[in-house]
């Protein structure tokens, strides 16, 4: 009887599972279902393009793995302007090859945050891409701290440097 009872709960939960599958699969614009609904696939200028279910996990992993990133950028952000040399505009920069030293003790992803960085027009170098040894003498500026770079996973569509 115990058996019994711990199969049906088995079977009961694989069904569950196999219902919820169905049901995504029925609103899948690419699911070649019988009874699919097809619905239009989104256009870029829809809100919902490119950004996963609401509530999924997937969207719970893409806040907390943006706002990690924002701090990031941050952080070097303030190492350069800690570590850089004021330059006669204003502006502080510092050659790639010593900001790789510095920053390395901190983080191992240096490159992908400067290009993180310049895309948000936080900093500014030649190059697209920065080798160590081959780009050591790049300068790095710093164009301007982030006022605001927010750290609430609820403003996780508008992380940017304000």
Not at 6 to 25: E, I, M
Not at 71 to 98: M, S
Request: net charge neutral; with cysteine.
């Amino acid at each position: 009887m115990a058996q019994s009872r711990g199969v049906s709960s088995k079977v009961s939960q694989w069904q569950h599972h196999a219902d919820t599958h169905q049901q995504k699969q029925l609103i899948n614009p690419f699911s070649e279902w019988q009874d699919a609904s097809h619905r239009e696939a989104l256009t870029k200028d829809d809100q919902q393009y490119g950004r996963p279910e609401e509530g999924s996990k997937t969207e719970s992993r893409g806040k907390s793995a943006g706002v990690l990133i924002s701090g990031e950028v941050l952080q070097l952000c303030h190492v350069i302007r800690n570590e850089g040399a004021l330059q006669p505009d204003g502006r502080y920069a510092i050659k790639f090859g010593t900001l790789f030293e510095r920053y390395t003790k901190i983080s191992n992803k240096l490159v992908g945050m400067l290009m993180r960085a310049r895309k948000q027009k936080l900093v500014d170098y030649e190059g697209e891409m920065l080798y160590q040894r081959r780009d050591d003498d790049t300068l790095i500026v710093l164009l301007r701290l982030p006022e605001d770079v927010t750290t609430d996973e609820r403003d996780y569509w508008n992380l940017k440097a304000k």
